[in-house]
């Protein structure tokens, strides 16, 4: 018999790799959805951050490593690159999920739209030293400055639509002492 706890966890792991699956899906389409000069938000770090901001125990950074790596590919990134800034953001939020608990809102979106910022960043002073093609900086920043006011949206519909709510004071404590 399977703890509930352990059946909820593997239920939010499994739903995480489905909506990767959908979203990979939908960006593959070959369908011309409007002005294709504006780039979309990154859902699937969004929502990383967004459940490891509430329940850091649903997604472990290996899934999100994976799924990020498996991006990387698809979308003919550089590999790995993203996928690394993605698990130092995920972690670093990881680790102040207690503080974002305890604080409003807007300090948790500013906690995000700042490790986004830096993550785009470093992105691109990466691919500047190493002398890689890149799209130009306007671009990726406008792609950060989407996904920052996107962020909302992922939050309000992870706690509503999916049930990521955070948990009870004190138990990100003992989640972490039971990791």
Not at 46 to 54: C, E, I, Q, S, T
Not at 143 to 148: L, P
């Amino acid at each position: 018999m399977v703890d509930p706890q352990s059946r909820k966890r593997a239920l939010y792991r499994g739903l995480y790799v489905l909506m990767m699956v959908a979203v990979v899906f939908v960006h593959l389409l070959p369908f011309g959805l409007g002005d294709t000069h504006v780039p979309g938000p990154d859902i699937l770090t969004l929502l990383a951050f967004a459940w490891v901001l509430r329940r850091p125990d649903y997604i472990p950074a290996f899934l999100v490593a994976l799924v990020t790596l498996f991006c990387d590919i698809v979308f003919l990134r550089p590999l790995g690159l993203w996928t690394a800034l993605v698990l130092i953001g995920f972690e670093f939020l990881r680790n102040r999920a207690v503080l974002a608990q305890e604080q409003p809102f807007l300090v948790e979106w500013f906690m995000v739209g700042a490790t986004l910022s830096f993550m785009t960043m470093a992105n691109a002073a990466i691919l500047a030293v190493f002398l890689v093609p890149q799209p130009p900086f306007a671009m990726a920043a406008l792609q950060m400055v989407i996904s920052v006011a996107f962020y909302p949206v992922v939050a309000l519909v992870s706690r509503y639509a999916l049930g990521v709510q955070r948990p009870a004071p004190g138990a990100i404590e003992a989640m972490r002492y039971r990791a």
